[in-house]
């Protein structure tokens, strides 16, 4: 998926310490024309990279906003 790639490519310009919502990778026009199903699979794929992937020791899950979507935070 194009729009992972384009997420992992974006966490390198985030400061350590600093917390993300997937969407905060994104300009804004760009998380707007993606649909709720788009949306929620890369959310899905995302958590398992941080999880499982190459993002395992550069990211780390942190927990929900209200709004119920995962925070994260740059290691």
Wanted: aromatic share 8%; charged share 25%.
């Amino acid at each position: 998926m194009d729009c992972l790639k384009q997420a992992i490519s974006e966490i390198l310009h985030l400061e350590t310490g600093e917390e993300f919502l997937v969407k905060d990778l994104f300009k804004g026009y760009e998380w707007n024309r993606l649909g709720i199903g788009e949306r929620r699979t890369l959310g899905a794929l995302f958590l398992n990279e941080v999880k499982n992937g190459q993002l395992k020791n550069l990211i780390e899950v942190v927990n929900k906003n209200s709004a119920n979507q995962q925070l994260y935070v740059r290691l």
